[in-house]
């Protein structure tokens, strides 16, 4: 059974992801749990989701809908969130192929010193595009993002969404300027392993993880 604060935790973010117009078709949002995780089930939008519209799968589970995010839970024990959205500058970017610079400052912090369309959609391309990384863009749109925490998680994307606008509009105009890689390597770390570390563990505690 699925602890009802983690039930209202994964509700209350898809209500958010939906405000932000993050949503599309696909999308999932999942969230580990004691003995797996908890995710919307196949073909639930997260546009009015529901407490029946949620399921716990083990971390070994072999349905292809959830082999992604089974796979991440398991290889990345840090990881206690992921998100499947479809914010419509990020899935310009994937449909593109293109790779987001690190263009702003919070996007080196918390995404990363950029972001990548994977090689492909299969599993093994999607579970070694995170390797070390926050999010990934999926070829044909969309992007997959992992956090520590659903809040984090859901930043994450957040974050995302204002990146991908600043580099197209950015790109119209004649390019965007890159943050120095030394730099935004600094900023990311600092942000990984002293800013963020504490607030983290609070807010995990908060969400019933």
Excluded: W
């Amino acid at each position: 059974m699925i602890d009802e604060k983690i039930k209202q935790t994964v509700l209350s973010y898809a209500a958010k992801i939906v405000a932000e117009g993050m949503n599309g078709k696909g999308d999932c949002i999942a969230m580990r749990t004691k003995d797996g995780f908890c995710v919307n089930e196949a073909g639930a939008a997260l546009d009015g989701l529901k407490a029946e519209n949620l399921i716990e799968l083990p971390l070994d589970t072999d349905d292809k809908d959830y082999v992604v995010i089974a796979r991440l839970f398991a290889k990345r024990s840090e990881v206690h969130a992921v998100l499947y959205t479809h914010a419509p500058f990020v899935c310009a970017v994937a449909r593109a192929k293109a790779t987001i610079p690190a263009v702003l400052d919070d996007m080196t912090q918390i995404v990363g010193l950029n972001c990548k369309t994977c090689r492909s959609a299969t599993t093994d391309d999607l579970v070694k595009g995170l390797k070390k990384r926050n999010s990934v863009l999926v070829p044909g749109g969309g992007a997959l993002t992992v956090g520590r925490t659903m809040d984090e998680a859901y930043t994450c994307a957040l974050v995302l969404d204002k990146a991908s606008h600043a580099y197209v509009c950015g790109s119209v105009l004649g390019g965007s300027k890159v943050i120095n890689c030394i730099e935004a390597k600094l900023m990311n770390v600092i942000y990984q392993k002293k800013y963020s570390k504490a607030n983290q563990q609070n807010i995990s505690k908060r969400e019933g993880e």
